[in-house]
Nanobody, 119 residues
Framework: QVQLVESGGGLVQTGGSLRLSCSTS????????MRWYRQTPGKQRDLVAA???????NYADSVKGRFTISRENGKNTVYLQMDKLKPEDTAVYYC?????????????WGQGTQVTVSS
């Protein structure tokens, strides 16, 4: 019933910026912990950034200082602000969230959005 819908991917030059967003759709829920992953063909899906329900953040070393994860509870949306992008950031980015419906906890994945960084 409840899905995560991603947007904001695209093609940018090295040093550019993108902001990914991920919002709930199809139900009335509140956000728990949220995470962003990325994956390239033939490789595992790696954690990029995480945001706990208490607001604590965690980042992969490769993006620390360049990426920022945040949430906007009024819109049930999580963002990934990506600055100073590098070609190595090229991947499909997936949001992953714990969603709370009353006392029930669900985990959902976004559909993925392509980020391509050119030289």
């Amino acid at each position: 019933q409840v899905q995560l819908v991603e947007s904001g991917g695209g093609l940018v030059q090295t040093g550019g910026s993108l902001r990914l967003s991920c919002s709930t759709s199809g139900g009335t829920v509140r956000l728990g912990a949220m995470r962003w992953y990325r994956q390239t063909p033939g490789k595992q899906r790696d954690l990029v950034a995480a945001l706990s329900i208490n607001g604590d953040t965690n980042y992969a070393d490769s993006v620390k200082g360049r990426f920022t994860i945040s949430r906007e509870n009024g819109k049930n949306t999580v963002y990934l602000q990506m600055d100073k992008l590098k070609p190595e950031d090229t991947a499909v980015y997936y949001c992953n969230a714990d969603l709370i419906d009353r006392d029930i906890l669900f985990e959902r994945w976004g559909q993925g959005t392509q980020v391509t960084v050119s030289s």
